[in-house]
């Protein structure tokens, strides 16, 4: 169960707390984040926040992309020989 | 909120093709994803089409409403055709075609079905209208579970005594092994759904690389998160190593969410289950705990034994099994599409069906 | 009238009926035609042209919301339809079903959102009727128009008009409707900046046709939103229908709210938005035209019509992928997953 968008916290009053999504509002309970305070950017799924979304990560996330992006791409003949790990016989595994 | 709309960046998903087109060339490798969210995001962005040629992405067990059994479905519907019942449900159950009708179906032949956006606002209805029944349809895996035991407490403390909840609620782990020990789909990764995974953490996978020597990256939603979740597996899966990995860090830490976690588990307690396509999976769903039982819709209403059938030829079970894509089940794009769907998985966006017949049905 | 809500004795025909039509409709819209209160408006005859002939039945609940009302659809609704043909809307005639028991005056509110409507959009109301029907069967009040409007000679628009290298654009952002509405149902209210966009389109249409009096075809994107409206398109013309998803403008709030609940705006209604289908060569007049009217200051070129994927829209997403847009399914539902 998936579709969970990350809103902003505007105020809280006891397990309530009021955020804001692109420009929506809505009263949502943080009962299963009660750690969260005023301006925590909160993943919200069914009217609860369920994590903290953390800017700083992912802002590192993207750093790490965009740098990527100048070096060359990755050459396969340079990784190790592929060691498949143990998993249960498929009857129709090709060979690999 | 820009960094979020960075994860959507054109010119980055683009580079992360070319990197996983780089990385994995000619080599038949096959990834499956455990959640409806991510069948769907790959849908909508057309992520298939743009993968290297043998490099499968497959559509495991994580649309919560297709593994839900015919016999819980036809319950549902059931329970929504008592005098004085509202069903309160997620949009998602509402065009699933039980033995006889869908919940849709009921609601036109006079049954009070109201589709809310959270289990509070059922709570709230609850409150407001002391003469119904109020019964919430607990449907979903670890990401939706926590809120609906929220629920149950948030009416115990508000003291409202008519709202219930029909739990079919299931843990994602149990799916996952039963499709690995069955043995029928060889894979090389797993796509970690990435909400699940907010709240039992990157420590609830680590059980695949560590018991099955399965790669796993847990992965977001946006275009970029889910490209770069498939190329960090790429990468584990050419190189031979077995590792849980985070792709998805600024929502997913390792421990998860722990206050999420107690409440589930407060509230919920684990049962066998019965899976589509699998049978019953032993201590694989959640069941309202005896502390809990004036809350639970299966202690309160003496549930009929409907004669339950899946469609004749309805091959669901084994597209969510991954053993079949869709287009092998003699019913896809015939007597089931979107429009007259026979099983879940044709019934929306979520489905593996409904995301094949949308998007791989030839462009000519 | 001493009553402060409608009950059955206004449906029934006598004295109480003719006082309800007087002084709700009559006092709103005065006018020669139907000032003469016969069984039959009586219309000149139209020169030069063929007419255009529409009806729309409107069953919204709320009946009142931001940015509008059940009234301002109403009138909206048919004369857009007319206006799709290339027509000129000229008279409406309305009929109301209304629900025992509604107050009074929200019906008078109603009946001045009509009349403020039809002068908007230059058209008069020459023709009602009104009945009551037992509280419980109905919901507040369904109201049904049917319009007549006079297409002018040399334009041929037509839905199967389509033709492989057209353009086709857009005048105004989608999904605001449908999200107000969808926003104002118990369980799903989200306080968000969101407003119908309920807006007459015979005089941007006006416009469009004087820069490009060539224009294929028409469709405004209601129910079912703008996947439904390019599918019936494509398939009246037998040709596809390619568009690009970072074309589409998309109200800000209804967006939001879409990802909210899980909703596709290419499938959410709207009252004021229309496509066009232009020959490539009068594209650029066309697009400025409809810039230059309110209405359509952020009108777009969203795609073309080709002769592959006959029948079918797809959309080509923002990596590059293509996928088919299907018409919709069942009704618009939200989703948790």
Not at chain 2, 51 to 55: G, I, K, V
């Given at each position: 169960m998936c579709l969970a968008v990350p809103a902003q916290i505007l105020s809280i009053d006891g397990v309530m707390a009021e955020v804001e999504f692109g420009n929506v509002r809505r009263t949502i309970s943080l009962q299963l984040l009660p750690q969260a305070q005023v301006g925590d950017y909160v993943l919200v799924h069914t009217g609860f926040a369920i994590s903290i979304v953390d800017p700083e990560e992912a802002k590192i996330t993207l750093e790490l992309l965009r740098q990527m992006g100048d070096l060359d791409p990755l050459d396969p003949a340079e990784m190790e020989p592929v060691r498949r790990p143990p998993k249960p016989a498929a009857p129709d595994a090709p060979a690999s | 909120m820009q960094f979020v709309e960075a994860f959507r960046d054109p010119a980055l998903a683009k580079q992360l093709i070319a990197e996983i087109h780089a990385l994995v060339g000619d080599r038949a490798l096959a990834f499956m994803e455990f959640c409806g969210g991510h069948t769907h995001a790959i849908m909508q962005f057309g992520i298939r089409q743009l993968?290297?040629?043998?490099?499968r992405l497959l559509s495991g067990p994580g649309c919560p409403v297709c593994v839900t059994s015919q016999r819980d479905i036809d319950q549902a519907i059931a329970l929504s055709q008592v005098p004085d019942v509202v069903l309160a449900t997620f949009g998602d159950m509402v065009r699933v075609p039980g033995t006889s009708f869908t919940l849709q179906e009921a609601a036109a032949e006079g049954a009070d079905v109201r589709i809310v956006y959270s289990p509070l606002d059922a709570v709230e209805y609850a409150r407001e209208h002391p003469e119904k029944q109020v019964v919430f349809?607990?449907?979903?895996f670890e990401t939706t579970a926590p809120g609906v035991a929220a629920s149950i407490l948030t009416a115990h403390a508000q003291g409202v005594q008519n709202y219930t909840v029909f739990s079919m609620h299931k843990y994602t782990p149990p799916g996952m092994r039963a499709i690995l020990d069955a043995g029928e789909v060889r894979l090389d990764g797993v796509l970690g759904p990435g909400h699940v995974s907010a709240i039992i953490g990157l420590n609830g996978w680590r059980f695949l690389p560590e018991e099955y020597g399965m790669p796993v990256v847990v992965a977001g939603f946006e275009p970029v998160d889910i490209l770069l979740a498939i190329r960090d597996l790429a990468r584990l899966a050419v190189q031979g190593q077995a590792r849980a990995e985070n792709a998805y860090n600024r929502s997913v830490v390792p421990e998860g969410n722990p206050a999420a976690l107690r409440i589930m588990q407060q509230v919920f307690e684990e049962a066998d289950a019965d899976w589509r396509g699998f049978g019953v999976i032993p201590r694989s769903g959640m069941a309202i705990r005896p502390a809990y039982r004036a809350y639970d819709a299966q202690a309160r209403f003496a549930l009929p034994e409907v004669p339950s059938r899946e469609p004749p030829g309805c091959r669901c079970g084994d597209v969510l099994r991954g053993v079949i894509e869709p287009p092998e089940c003699p019913l896809f794009g015939k007597a089931c599409t979107p429009d007259r769907p026979k099983g879940p998985c044709m019934v929306s966006d979520e489905g593996a069906c409904s995301a094949f017949y949308l998007y791989q049905t030839p462009i000519a | 009238m001493t009553t402060q809500r409608v009950t059955l004795a206004h449906g029934s025909g006598g004295r109480m009926t003719q006082q309800l039509i007087q002084q709700v409709f009559g006092a709103r819209f005065a006018n020669p035609i139907l000032d003469r209160m016969n069984d039959a408006a009586l219309l000149s005859s139209v020169e030069g042209g063929r007419l255009a002939f529409s009806i729309d039945g409107h069953v919204v609940s709320p009946l009142f919301f931001p940015g509008g009302s059940i009234g301002d659809i109403a009138v909206y609704g048919t004369v857009n339809d007319l206006a799709m043909m290339g027509a000129r809307p000229l008279w409406l005639a309305a009929s109301f079903i209304i629900e025992e028991g509604l107050p009074l005056k929200d019906l008078r509110r109603i009946a001045e959102d009509m009349a403020q409507a039809a002068a908007r959009a230059g058209v008069l109301l020459v023709a009602g009727d009104t009945k009551v029907v037992e509280r419980g069967k109905g919901d507040g009040v369904y109201v049904s128009v049917a319009g007549v409007g006079v297409v002018p000679e040399g334009v041929h628009i037509d839905a199967a008009h389509a033709r492989p290298g057209d353009a086709v654009l857009i005048n105004a952002p989608i999904a605001a409707h449908g999200m107000t509405i969808m926003t104002l149902r118990e369980g799903l209210n989200f306080d968000a900046d969101l407003q119908s966009d309920a807006a007459p389109l015979n005089g941007i249409v006006a416009d469009l046709l004087a820069a490009?009096?060539?224009?294929h075809a028409m469709r405004d994107a209601t129910r079912g939103g703008l996947a439904t409206a390019l599918n019936e398109l494509a398939q009246a013309s037998q040709v596809g229908i390619l568009i690009r998803e970072e074309a589409i403008p998309v109200h800000e709030a209804a967006r939001s709210v879409c990802a909210l609940l899980g909703l596709d705006p290419l499938y959410v209604a709207n009252e004021g938005v229309f496509v066009a289908v232009v020959p490539p060569e009068e594209a650029e007049r066309a697009l400025t035209a409809l810039r230059a009217h309110p209405l359509g200051r952020s009108a777009r070129l969203i795609g073309h019509v080709t002769d592959a994927h006959v029948g079918k829209v797809v959309l080509e997403t923002a990596l590059g992928a293509k996928r088919i847009v299907p018409m919709l399914s069942g009704n618009l539902l939200p989703r948790i997953c």
């Open positions: - | 993968m290297p040629p043998h490099l349809l607990g449907v979903g | 490009a009096p060539h224009v």
